[in-house]
């Protein structure tokens, strides 16, 4: 539509505001007064100016987003510019998606996906090292895609859903046709026409019964079976997840030690006991998994457990011999250390002891000077703790 000129516009407006008055307003303008009138007239004319001020920049709006749609990426400066590309692009393409009806819907979603897994396999092909990184994080997220394409959408479960619900209608209505009108779960058309000439009442109640009952089994149809598709991705990604764990470690594969234990005679319950107590790595993550019943629903969880695992086994790493005596002393003298802090704190710093031996410190002995330090032990007290382990040691 060509643009209208300022006087053209204001005549067409004013045109078809004249013709929504009824008779009524019509006949209400001839009983204003002059002043009222004038208001009027007043209002109606910044009415118009609004609207053609309105008009105008939508105009300059939609010519502006039009130059905007026209430009290629890389001859977009500006972040305000690219921001409202995107808004335009995504409006656009929600807007094309609003007119598909719910099967062209479905399909546009396979056919996206199906291009996605191309071009996956196209990339995978192309890389060279088969065994890196790179290459099992694509075999991953391919196979992520071919699950989620097999996965039935939204889209399919209701329709399902309808289908079943429209086979139990014609079941109902079949079953029941012996049975009173006010007792059945579905009847004719012709007979409900019949039954509301007869007792309208009644008819409408059962009417509001059945449609209830309908409302409520299609919504139990469908939530059970959306949870059942829930449940079988989360199965399939713990799955995944675990089998990436036993990728790791492999020794947390136990199906054949427990079948060994089993064929002995052992119960399964038995059979986990003593595994437990035979593995250690087995045994840290099923202990985690028991303390953290909330990992049940969350897809990663095998994952999540193997690294608590094996953070607890690095904590509970076998010290040596060295050290575990020790810590063995440090534990012994922290009592005489609590004990003596109150009467003898600040003596160290006020006297000059001489050093039980010149002889330079081992190793084991400087980690428990170091350790009485840090727990302000006077010098007196480090010299009776490394008399005590000089003795031991002999």
């Known amino acids: 539509m060509p643009e209208l000129k300022k006087e053209e516009a204001k005549k067409e407006l004013e045109g078809l505001l004249e013709q929504g008055k009824s008779s009524v307003q019509k006949q209400q303008e001839t009983l204003l007064t002059p002043e009222q009138k004038k208001e009027q007239e007043e209002k109606k004319a910044q009415d118009i100016k609004d609207a053609e001020t309105k008009r105008l920049e939508v105009e ?57 897994i191309d ?16 290459a099992q994080a694509l075999r991953q997220e391919l196979e992520d895609l071919r699950k989620e394409k097999e996965t039935p959408k939204e889209e399919d479960i209701l329709t399902l859903v309808e289908k079943e619900e429209a086979e139990k209608v014609k079941k ?44 409520i089994d299609k919504r139990q149809n469908l939530v059970l079976k959306q949870r059942e598709g829930v449940s079988k991705k989360l199965f399939e990604r713990q799955a995944q997840s675990y089998a990436r764990v036993l990728e790791k ?8 030690r427990k079948k060994e234990l089993m064929d002995g005679g052992m119960s399964e319950a038995d059979a986990i006991v003593a595994i437990r107590k035979e ?6 993550l099923l202990d985690y998994a028991e303390k953290h019943p909330e990992l049940k629903t969350v897809p990663q969880a095998p994952e999540l457990a193997m690294k608590e695992m094996e953070k607890l086994l690095e904590e509970k790493k076998e010290s040596s011999p060295e050290v575990e005596e020790l810590r063995k002393q440090v534990e012994a003298l922290s009592a005489e250390i609590a004990r003596l802090n109150s009467t003898d704190e600040g003596i160290g710093s006020t006297l000059q002891r001489k050093k039980e031996s010149e002889a330079s410190l081992t190793e084991a002995e400087n980690a428990i000077v170091d350790t009485m330090r840090a727990n302000k032990a006077t010098q007196a007290m480090v010299d009776a703790a490394l008399k005590k382990f000089r003795a031991k040691k002999r």
Do not use: C, G
């Not at 500006?78 to 692009?89: F, G, H, Q, S, T």
């Open 60 to 116: 300059k709006q939609a010519k502006l987003d039009a130059e905007l749609l026209s430009k290629k990426d890389e001859e977009i400066k500006d972040e305000a510019e690219k921001k409202r590309r995107a808004e335009l692009l995504e409006k656009k393409e929600k807007d094309e998606e609003a007119k598909l009806s719910a099967e062209d819907r479905i399909k546009k979603i396979k056919v996206e996906t199906q291009k996605r």
């Open 119 to 134: 071009e996956l396999s196209n990339k995978l092909k192309e890389t060279q090292d088969k065994s890196s990184k790179e």
């Open 172 to 215: 109902y209505l079949n079953e029941d046709k012996s049975l009173p009108l006010d007792k059945r779960r579905e009847m004719e058309d012709v007979e409900l026409d019949e039954w509301l000439l007869e007792d309208q009442k009644a008819a409408i109640a059962w009417i509001q019964r059945r449609e209830l009952r309908r409302e």
């Open 249 to 256: 470690h492999p020794e947390l594969n136990i199906a054949n």
């Open 279 to 284: 593995n250690k790595k087995f045994d840290a």
